[in-house]
């Protein structure tokens, strides 16, 4: 059974650094991208960028870039979203999501989504 | 970046009925469009890819048509677990793109 399973809720201070996960399970974890996907409060959702762990290429929303880093490592199979200074504007719920993928063709459609983890930022 | 307008961005249907949800593409994307279902709380659901191809679970009277800039999803015999809100996502183009959302509530 493919999971994606998120950390915990998170409280921060605006200026803080933070990191949140997404463990996987169920599947070989670097045949598959992992995207993040943002919904604030009663909006909808907003692609924030993907990430290979087969080669670790990485895209981003220009909405997105240079104020969040994807990362991942192999050896737990978890994929992480950090920012390295919050503002009350990242309130939001993050989910990460697994990206279809058809003999090593991967698409931006999203077949599996972790739980979301919810971060509010406020001072 | 590709817009997805969504119509009607909220309805009231019954049990039983049928439900068409419109999504529309500010450019043209074939046919690589996908549709998710969400419920309160919850995170969104894969219903269809490509624009028609049900994932797997999906009850049957999911359906999804369409090709270029127009598509719907019909949710025919609506059923109690059903209402929720649906978006639609274009993934033709970078940056993939959601729609804006349908919000389908009980009449």
């Known amino acids: 059974e493919v999971l994606l399973v998120q950390s915990g809720t998170e409280v921060k201070k605006p200026g803080e650094s933070l990191r949140i996960s997404c463990k996987a399970s169920?599947?070989?974890?670097?045949?598959?991208?992992i995207n993040w996907v943002r919904q604030m409060p009663g909006k909808g959702l907003e692609w924030m960028g993907r990430?290979?762990?087969?080669?670790?290429?990485?895209n981003y929303s220009p909405s997105f870039q240079g104020h969040v880093t994807l990362s991942f490592d192999k050896s737990t199979t978890t994929a992480y979203l950090q920012w390295g200074s919050l503002k009350a504007s990242d309130t939001a719920i993050y989910y990460c999501?697994?990206?279809?993928?058809?003999?090593?063709?991967?698409?931006?459609?999203?077949?599996?989504w972790g739980q979301g983890t919810l971060v509010t930022v406020s001072s | 970046d590709i817009q997805m307008i969504q119509s009607p961005s909220s309805l009231s249907a019954s049990v039983g009925d049928r439900v068409t949800i419109t999504c529309r593409a500010s450019?043209?994307?074939?046919?690589?469009l996908a549709w998710y279902q969400q419920k309160p709380e919850k995170p969104p659901r894969s219903l269809i890819s490509?624009?028609?191809t049900l994932q797997g679970g999906v009850p049957s009277r999911f359906s999804g048509s369409g090709s270029g800039t127009d598509f719907t999803l019909t949710i025919s015999n609506l059923q109690p677990e059903d209402f929720a809100t649906y978006y639609c996502?274009?993934?033709?183009?970078?940056?993939?793109?959601f729609g804006g959302g349908t919000k389908v509530e009980i009449k």
């Open positions: 450019q043209g994307i074939t046919t690589w």
């Open positions: 996502q274009q993934y033709n183009t970078y940056p993939p793109t």
């Open positions: 999501a697994r990206s279809y993928c058809l003999n090593a063709v991967c698409q931006y459609s999203l077949d599996f």
């Open positions: 990430i290979d762990p087969a080669d670790s290429h990485t």
């Open positions: 169920g599947y070989v974890f670097s045949d598959y991208w």
């Open positions: 490509g624009a028609s």
